[in-house]
């Protein structure tokens, strides 16, 4: 197992989605995590984004901590090569292990799922909980309708300005790399 310098939590899809650029773009983070000595932190699931980005680690021989809430473990099954497993009781415990364990978090393509955890790790910094970087990895435009309605937000007043230099989007996984280590060093 390799050293790391930083964990990295990355919320993504439980599904590959409809564009073969979204799995490439996870298997090439998984590359590039363990390139730039990041350790992965993710869901835990062997399934659509989160297998793309986890396998490519694990194949590397790369540093990989999984989080899985143990209905979704019996219900799915967990990740079996993932050596470094912790199974939770529920989705919040799931989440804690998941927020605290990161230097950062990175978004890659999904649904639901993934933007519940992006929102909240953003309300979380608009509260002062933490600083870590956020970024949202924009390939091929998938993120643009929520950075839409984050715009709208805030022309319709409900949120100052401010929260939109909380997180920042970047077009892909090379540009984003670079990005982090610059805000990790
Ligand atoms: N099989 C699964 N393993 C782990 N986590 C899963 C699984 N299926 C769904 N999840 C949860 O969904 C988000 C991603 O949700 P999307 O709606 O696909 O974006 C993931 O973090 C888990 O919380």
Not at 1 to 18: A, D, E, K, P, R
Not at 105 to 124: A, K, N, Q, R, V
Not at 144 to 163: K, N, S, T, W, Y
Request: proline share 3%.
């Amino acid at each position: 197992m390799s050293t790391y310098t930083h964990s990295v939590t990355v919320f993504c899809g439980s599904h590959l989605g409809n564009n073969p650029a979204y799995e490439q773009a996870g298997k090439d983070l998984g590359v590039g995590l363990i390139q730039n000595n990041y350790r992965l932190i993710f869901g835990g699931g062997n399934v659509g984004i989160m297998g793309a980005v986890s396998n490519s680690v694990i194949d590397l021989n790369g540093a990989v901590k999984g989080i899985i809430p143990k209905f979704l473990q019996k219900k799915e099954g967990e990740h079996s090569r993932v050596k470094d497993l912790i199974i939770t009781q529920d989705m919040h415990s799931r989440k804690e292990i998941l927020y605290n364990e990161a230097d950062a978090f990175l978004c890659l393509p999904g649904g639901i799922g993934t933007f519940d955890e992006f929102f909240e790790i953003l309300t979380w910094k608009q509260l002062h909980l933490h600083n870590k970087p956020i970024i949202i990895i924009n390939i091929e435009n998938w993120a643009e309708p929520v950075c839409h309605q984050l715009r709208a937000i805030v022309d319709q007043g409900f949120a100052d300005a401010g929260i939109l230099s909380l997180f920042e989007v970047i077009k892909d996984v090379p540009t984003t790399l670079e990005r982090l280590n610059e805000l990790l060093s």
